[in-house]
């Protein structure tokens, strides 16, 4: 088990109260955590993990979901550190190129993002940490 951001012991000081703890520095935890701390709140964030091991969680964020990390103020920096666009989506038959779908053509006019997801997780908690000040 790790505090995220601080040591374990004393992680702000001597004041141990928060508005909010999450349990869990994943994709939802660290965004909600990223996006109360920009907020003013002051968030906890319990992660179990001392280190983000590849646990085949995903690492494909579709059109939608970009649209939600542009309107967390995350897109930006994930694609800086840990991933890039995407704009085709083509589907084979085998070796055969069946279908091709441009993904900007969706209704936010993004492609979807592709990450390791790991490092997803270390950036965003970054980013929270950031959003302390
Ligand atoms: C095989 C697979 C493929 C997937 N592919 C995609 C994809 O391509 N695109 C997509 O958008 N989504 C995909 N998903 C869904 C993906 O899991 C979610 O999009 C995303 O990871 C969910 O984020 P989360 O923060 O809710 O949970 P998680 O990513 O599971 O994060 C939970 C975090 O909480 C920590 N934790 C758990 N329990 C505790 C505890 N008791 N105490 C402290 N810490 C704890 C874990 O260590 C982890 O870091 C996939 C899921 C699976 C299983």
């Known amino acids: 088990m790790r505090m995220a951001e601080r040591p374990l012991a004393h992680p702000y000081g001597d ?10 520095g994943g994709l939802a935890g ?15 964030v319990l992660e179990r993990e001392k280190r983000f091991r590849d646990r085949v969680r995903g690492e494909q964020m579709h059109p939608w ?14 694609l800086e550190r840990v991933g890039h666009q995407t704009r085709w989506w083509t589907i084979y038959d085998g070796a055969t190129p069946r279908r091709k779908r441009d993904l900007t053509a969706t209704p936010h ?3 979807s993002f592709n990450f390791y997801h790991p490092d997803m997780q270390e950036t965003l908690l970054t980013l929270k940490r ?4």
């Open 15 to 24: 004041d141990q109260h928060f508005d909010v703890i999450t349990v869990g």
């Open 30 to 44: 660290s965004a909600l955590a990223k996006s109360l701390a920009e907020r003013g709140h002051r968030v906890l």
């Open 65 to 78: 979901g970009v649209a939600e990390a542009r309107a967390l103020g995350v897109y930006d920096r994930l």
């Open 109 to 111: 006019g993004v492609g």
């Open 130 to 133: 950031c959003a302390e000040g």
